[in-house]
């Protein structure tokens, strides 16, 4: 037990929300390769390339010379705007001191990333956010002179040619649609169900795991699932259901663990769904129930053959929804959805006097609270 707390505690500290690196350190050769490989702890967050577009943070295309808080279409904090008033540009300095501390450098700012720990990870993001950056590929995209005054020739634009109305399909009372062919039925009959219909074949260890919730998760809930800022906690929470403000995780909550797979199959990394492979889902699976102590090997491999073996502490708790058996239901009535009382209702009282709303500065912003 002592090596295996000892492991977590030893976990590196991944993540990266935020706009982009740390330098005012030791110069190193930029490696746009290796940059590459640790932006993928921005990807959650933050895109670059063809077609990016803004994620839960802006897209970085373009950010080197760029006034900080500046690009169209993303709303910033009021910190960040603050900063590109006062005369803040993106450039290797500032770009990398931000990263190195966000919020150290703009107090304030949204970025929940605690900041990269190795200098040569800083200077390869740079490197890698500058192959995005019309400041570093000026000079390689200048045409020669034939081919620019090629491309300033007026190009005549073909119109294309009018396609025939297509005959419309006699199916349906609109006459609208199609019906839907198996493979895209497949394509969204993707749940899993608690006895394991709909797994598909695969496997993962909790060492993955804890690497790609490095890589993918932790930007958002933490390296050991405390959850950053107001993102959800995922570890922890045993004994809290009965308090004001309970925790509700996988390890204190969750009935199935078909739900965790399913919900990270169809649902994570936030902004960039469905881009793990199966292997890689069973693996983070296999770390949160980790993190939670439900199981407790690192060696641990859950698979297709052993996940419905995995009971989660709280699923004596759920029971099966018998409303089927209540009377009305019973007696094969219709529930009543109109006109259902002999006069108009009447607020009688308010949830702030009945004492159920929480108050004080102990409820405000509790573990895993979303509102």
Known sequence: MERQKMSKSLKLFGAVAGLLIVTGVPSFAQD????????????????????????????LNDVFGRTAGSLDGF???????????DGLVWNDETVGKYLEKPKAYIKGTKMSFAGLKKDKDVENVIA???SFSGEA????????????NEEKKPQTKVAAAPVADAPMADHGTYHLGRPALPEEIAAWDIDIRPDGQGLPAGSGTVARGGELFDEQCAVCHGSFGEGEGRWPVLAGGQGTLTDDRPVKTIGSYWPYLSTVFDYVKRAMPF????????????ALTAYL?????????????????????????????????????????AAGLEPCMSNCMP???????????LDVTPEGEEDEGGAGAID
Do not use: W
């Open 32 to 59: 746009v390769d290796a940059g590459k490989k640790v932006f993928r702890k921005c990807a959650s967050c933050h895109a670059v390339g063809d077609n990016a577009k803004n994620k839960v943070g802006p897209q």
């Open 75 to 85: 709303k910033y904090s009021k910190s960040m705007k603050a900063a590109g008033a």
């Open 128 to 130: 890698y956010l500058k």
């Open 137 to 148: 590929t000026e000079e390689a995209e200048k045409p020669d002179d034939a081919a620019a």
């Open 271 to 282: 902004g960039n769904a469905q881009s793990l492979s199966d292997d890689d889902v069973y």
């Open 289 to 329: 129930l980790y993190l939670n102590d439900i199981v407790t090997d690192e060696d641990f491999e859950l698979s297709s053959d052993n996940f419905t073996e995995v009971r989660l502490p709280n699923e004596a708790n759920f029971i099966d929804d018998n409303r089927q058996d209540e009377p009305q239901y």
């Open 343 to 353: 006069e108009p209702a009447k607020v009688t009282m308010h949830a702030r006097v």
